[in-house]
């Protein structure tokens, strides 16, 4: 195990402030009430953004954790890391030149991370200055939004674009330089970042549509009675939208255009950042699974929010709905 120490205590480091710290915006606008623990636990205000240059810090694993030149594993970037199992790493690999550390926890697998706390980093830097990104590559979703702003940049003998060098689980590399950024919660975004990701040369959405994000095909939170309730959604205009079998710039462009959403939690809500119209914003729930991710983002897009939560066994990841407690929340949401 490495000793640890806080990033900020690591010699020779350069830091940059890229964002400071601004006030949280008050919770969004509801035609319900929130749930209690939301408004208990508001956040006071978004995090300063910091950028980090290292001499000679390794990189290891998909989550991309750090340690120094002197052997220190760096915390204070990303608290909630866990501690590497060292003795299962290749030996490191050395990177010359001027690398950039694309990652943050859970961004290897996961949608709304990767969107919200991994590409900001990117929009941040001067990528002519960068020789190589690290990043984890194994999702469409990531080779997709870098190949999108890679493609979008000047490229020529004076300015090569940078190289795409993958992070997977043994990844353990050694960097002539690094630059890294702090990690924060992927419902903490700057406002400057919601408006740097919306400038992506995306393709301009459609006309207005009411969508219902399902989660049919994924592993947990699956709504089991879903087809039952098509009928009721179809009736008040909404489109089910299965958004995993979506590439990234599709994904976008629908939600460009989204004037409504009714979603079960799930990284699919972490779109909302492209939603310039604002859309009202329905979040289910089952009642073992409450979290205030896309409430927070609601209120940083300024979009109506509000929440039906449905009833469920305490170990259950999946949950039915009854059709008249939707019917009676839409009546209340949509008026």
């Known amino acids: 195990m490495l000793p640890q120490r806080a990033i900020f205590d690591s010699p020779g480091l350069v830091i940059e402030t890229v964002e400071d710290a601004c006030p949280f915006p008050a919770p969004p606008r509801s ?3 929130l749930p209690a623990p939301f408004l208990e636990h508001w956040p006071a ?30 915390t204070s970037h ?23 550390l694309l990652a943050s926890p859970s ?18 830097t001067d990528l ?19 190949n999108l702003i890679l493609n979008a940049l000047p490229a020529g003998p004076q300015h090569p674009l940078p190289r795409l060098i993958p992070l997977t689980a043994d990844s353990h590399f050694r960097c002539e330089e690094l ?8 419902s903490q975004l700057h406002p400057r970042e919601i ?32 087809p039952e309730l098509h009928s009721l959604l179809r009736h008040e205009g909404f489109d089910p939208m299965d958004c995993g079998q979506l590439d990234f710039a599709s994904q976008a462009s629908l939600f460009a255009s989204a004037t409504a959403l009714i979603a079960p939690h799930g990284a699919s809500l972490a779109n909302l950042v492209w939603a310039a119209r604002a859309p009202a914003v329905l979040e289910l729930f089952p009642a073992n699974f409450i979290r205030p ?21 305490p170990r259950e990841p999946d949950f039915r709905i009854p059709p008249a407690l939707l019917a009676e929340a839409l009546r209340e949401w949509l008026g």
Not at 47 to 70: K, M, S
Not at 128 to 140: A, F, N
Not at 180 to 186: D, G, N, Q
Not at 293 to 313: D, W
Request: aromatic share 8%.
């Open 31 to 33: 035609p319900g009430s």
């Open 179 to 186: 630059v890294a950024y702090s990690t924060l919660p992927p």
């Open 293 to 313: 991710n896309f409430c927070h983002l609601a209120a940083l897009t300024g979009a109506p929010y509000r929440t039906l939560v449905a009833p469920n066994p």
């Open 195 to 226: 408006r740097d990701l919306r400038r992506l040369p995306l393709q301009p959405g459609g006309s207005s549509q009411r969508l219902f994000l399902s989660r049919a095909t994924s592993w947990r939170r699956r709504i089991l009675n879903e």
């Open 78 to 100: 990303a608290p909630e890391l866990r501690p590497p199992r060292l003795p299962q790493l290749p030996p490191p690999r050395h990177l010359p030149g001027r690398s950039l």
């Open 45 to 74: 205000q978004i995090p300063a953004r910091y950028r980090f240059t290292l001499q000679e810090a390794r990189v290891i694993g998909r989550n991309g954790q750090l340690a120094d030149r002197d052997g220190y594993l760096l």
């Open 107 to 124: 961004a290897w697998k996961n949608y709304s991370h990767w969107l919200l706390s991994s590409l900001p980093k990117l929009l941040h």
């Open 128 to 146: 002519s200055s960068i020789d190589q990104i690290l990043c984890p590559l194994d999702r469409s979703f990531q080779r997709d939004s870098l």
